[in-house]
């Protein structure tokens, strides 16, 4: 026997439970039946090519433990780039963060849980720092980007930041690389910002 959604389309785009622009949750069918389940991680008929400016590459994070951060990551000029995010094993807590200095979500934090058991995907538009927490062991996150890994273009803001910390309780961090920890200071690096638009 197989059971199918009700929904109508194999991707859905949903804005309510967030608040900064152009970013969405991607929520997707799924098929089951005795075999299993199947489901679309990716259709960029979904995807508005102003936001989304088409696949480049397919990146898998294995982590190992629970407690463990990545990011805050972004990259800049020509090298910005969205990012849609799906934990295909454990869970995580996803963290992002508005840092285009012309939009009217300026400076928010948005969190949402990401995991295996829920449907949902998460699309981060280009100008965003982004960054995720593991729930539980053994998690895997999947993120697709629509533009290259470019190392002179990256900017790495601390998840040990007091604001950054704050918005991930009542989680806590127990793993971080070095890179990551000695980054600038969430604060810090949001002044920066600010200065640019006096």
Not at 26 to 51: P, Q, S, V, Y
Not at 88 to 104: A, N, Q, W, Y
């Amino acid at each position: 026997m197989i059971t199918i959604s009700s929904r109508v389309s194999f991707m859905n785009l949903m804005s309510e439970r967030i608040t900064i622009k152009n970013a969405k949750i991607i929520e997707a069918n799924i098929f089951t039946d005795e075999r299993g389940l199947f489901t679309r991680l990716f259709d960029d008929r979904n995807f508005d090519r102003n936001i989304f400016y088409g696949l480049k590459n397919i990146n898998l994070s294995r982590n190992i433990s629970k407690g463990t951060v990545r990011g805050l990551h972004m990259q800049k000029n020509s090298a910005s780039e969205s990012k849609i995010i799906s934990c295909i094993k454990g869970e995580i807590i996803d963290l992002f963060v508005d840092c285009r200095i012309d939009s009217p979500s300026f400076g928010h934090i948005n969190t949402i849980k990401l995991s295996e058991k829920k449907s949902i995907s998460l699309l981060v538009p280009r100008g965003c720092l982004h960054s995720f927490l593991t729930l539980s062991d053994n998690t895997d996150v999947v993120y697709f980007t629509d533009n290259y890994y470019s190392p002179k273009d990256e900017i790495c803001v601390s998840p040990i930041s007091e604001e950054i910390l704050n918005n991930f309780k009542p989680h806590k961090i127990s793993i971080c690389s070095n890179k990551d920890k000695n980054a600038d200071d969430f604060s810090n690096f949001m002044e920066k910002l600010k200065k640019n638009i006096k």
